[in-house]
């Protein structure tokens, strides 16, 4: 794989801490394109990617173990700057004539430092005297300095917060500048990319956009892609970049299983014929998938059907084309950044995910995957570059088996109707109130328990309809959003109300973990 800014990048070593990604996206914030590679491979991917500056990410590990994870020996001879984050810095000291030794004084969470000499890190951010707050998490601590360093910054539990050599260009810092609890953090990694690497901020949407329709041309040649719609944003935006590459040699076929939002599938055609113009194939295939889930109660029962069921509809629709060489498909990074080992031996673990898992290997297509190197808002912001509708491209994310995952039992037409009513009226609230975007993923679920109620004079036995809302930054961990009790009163009643067959509803507080965000 070629990346569109070789030679102008940082390479960031991953030695398994939990949050490597997020150095990568505060130097892309910077202007800076980045990769994450395990550390292992540090030497490889150094002489692939010719970067401008290196940085090493913390870990769980400790630099005393035997066995710890190394910066790989060609990354440690190579002049380009050097930034060791909390393990990082901690391996870059013991591997270079310094000590590290286990600390009396663990230190984790918010900490103070006071910076105690100036240096090419801090310049234009912190000075000499100043006092900042940062995040640690550490156990060990570094007791000695390789030669060549200085101590720019100190806290009570680490006399070495932050170290310097200003002439070699390496730095190490104890505390994690890259997440938010560390307020100048992203100041000090763009001033660490763009001041002392010298990297002239060049990485954007639309320089991302050109180099990638340039590659994928290149890729395709005069060959047919495939590529499946969910409905959702990233294989739109995939959708999208790839027509804007090869034209017509796209077909996009969009599987209706009948489990989507109100209004989904005429969006998503609406968007795509008409507003694109871009081929597309719209397969009702909602009899099949409701006879298949007629009488399924078993969550992974469910999940395996719609997935065998999506990839027949599929292929056979992909047969109806005539085929295509290659399958797109709107794979983000952190399906494929290989998270690694931190004992750095060969049980490194690859999450590799496919949306449409198991049909490149059956229908024996390459993959065209434009968006590998990207997150998601950064997804969200090249679709915005396509001229995908903001309102699009800011949709909460829906489940590939969508509406039968919010439907705790059977699934029935008649249960995915009334869930989609309800559904509806909770988005159009939280719309109204303009909480939409504060929320990473809202939706109703429609419970298998009916309850008794009373409406006008009768007696109602109905379901159960249970309100979800969770802010995420990536939907691995999520906390409730704490709606204000007027506003769920409001939603409550409207549903009751508007939906029939419902009479009750509740509001989910469960955090993930110990919940996830769906319900099955
Ligand atoms: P959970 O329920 O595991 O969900 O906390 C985390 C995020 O993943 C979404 N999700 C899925 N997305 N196919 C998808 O494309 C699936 O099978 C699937 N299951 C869960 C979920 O909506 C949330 O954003």
Redesign the pocket.
Known sequence: MTNPTAGDSVLILDFGSQVTQLIARRVREAGVYSEIVPFARGDEAFARLAPRAVILSGSPASVTDAGAPQIPPGVLATDVPILGICYGEQALCHQTGGAVGPSGHREFGRAFIDIVDDSALFAGVWAKGERHQVWMSHGDRIDAIPPGFRAVAVSEGAPFAAIADDVRRRYGVQFHPEVVHTPDGARLLANFVTRVAGIAPGWSMAGFRAAKIGEIREQVGAGKVICGL?G?VDSAVAAVLIHEAIGDQLTCVFVDHGLLRAGEAEQVVGLFREHYRIPLVHVDASETFLAGLAGVTDPEKK?KF??GAFIDVFEAEAKKIGGAAFLAQGTLYPDVIESVSFTGGPSVTIKSHH?VGGLPARMNMALVEPLRELFKDEVRRLGVELGLPPAFVGR??????GLA?RIPGEVTREACDTLRRADSIYLEEIRAAGLYDAI??A?AVLLPVRTVGVMGDGRTYDKVCALRAVT?VD??T?DIYPFDAAFLSRCATRIVNEVPGINRVVYDYTS?PP??????
């Open positions: 969910s959702g999940r719609i997935g949306n909460h994310p829906f489940p590939g088996p995952i990473w993923q939706f995420s939907g691995m999520a993930k919940g996830t965000i769906e319900w099955e």
